[in-house]
C-alpha cells in the first residue's frame, strides 16, 4: 500500500486533481469564509491526505447506488494553514485561487463581537498577511 509518511508534492499533487479552494461571501457576515475540501471515494486515500494535512474534518457523503463519497474540508484558521503548505507546489490555475483566497482574507473586516470572533478574525487576516508577504518574498 506504500508508506503511510506522504510528502506536500505528494499532497500538492492529489489536492491539484481532486482538491478545490472555495471562497464563501455569505450575505449576513462581512466578511469572506475560506473552505479547502477533497473528496473522492478513496477513504484511505483522503484518511491519507487528513494524516498528511494534520487538521480538518473527513465526512461521509453516501450516495446509493454510488460508492461513498469521502470529504476532507478546512475553514478559515485551517484552510491557511493547509494553503501555506501547499500554494508553492500548485499549478498555475489552483496557485491563483489560493492566491485570490488569501487576498480575501488578508481584506478581512474586523467586527466587534461578542465571544472573542474579532480575535479569530484578526489571526486569520494576520496569518494571510504573512503568508502572502513570505511567498512574495521568496519569489523575488
Given at each position: 500500500m506504500g508508506s503511510t509518511h506522504k510528502t506536500t508534492e505528494w499532497a500538492a499533487g492529489l489536492f491539484e486533481g481532486e482538491?478545490?479552494?472555495?471562497?464563501?461571501?455569505?450575505?449576513?457576515?462581512?466578511?469572506?469564509v475560506i473552505m479547502l475540501s477533497?473528496?473522492?471515494?478513496?477513504?484511505?486515500?483522503?484518511?491519507?491526505?487528513?494524516?498528511?494535512?494534520?487538521v480538518g474534518t473527513i465526512?461521509?457523503?453516501p450516495r446509493p447506488p454510488w460508492k461513498t463519497?469521502?470529504?476532507?474540508k478546512a475553514?478559515?484558521?485551517?484552510?491557511?494553514?493547509?494553503?501555506?503548505?501547499?500554494?508553492?507546489?500548485?499549478?498555475q490555475?489552483?496557485?491563483?485561487?489560493?492566491?485570490?483566497?488569501?487576498?480575501?482574507?488578508?481584506?478581512?473586516?474586523?467586527?466587534?463581537?461578542r465571544g472573542g470572533k474579532d480575535k479569530l478574525q484578526r489571526r486569520n487576516k494576520e496569518m494571510a498577511?504573512?503568508?502572502l508577504e513570505r511567498h512574495h518574498r521568496l519569489n523575488t
Open positions: 482538491g478545490s479552494t472555495v471562497i464563501k461571501r455569505p450575505i449576513t457576515r462581512p466578511n469572506p477533497l473528496g473522492m471515494t478513496d477513504k484511505d486515500v483522503v484518511d491519507q491526505f487528513a494524516a498528511w494535512a494534520r465526512y461521509e457523503t463519497l469521502w470529504l476532507w475553514n478559515g484558521f485551517e484552510a491557511l494553514i493547509t494553503i501555506d503548505r501547499l500554494w508553492p507546489h500548485m499549478g490555475r489552483r496557485a491563483y485561487k489560493m492566491a485570490e483566497a488569501l487576498l480575501a482574507a488578508s481584506l478581512t473586516e474586523i467586527t466587534a463581537t498577511v504573512s503568508i
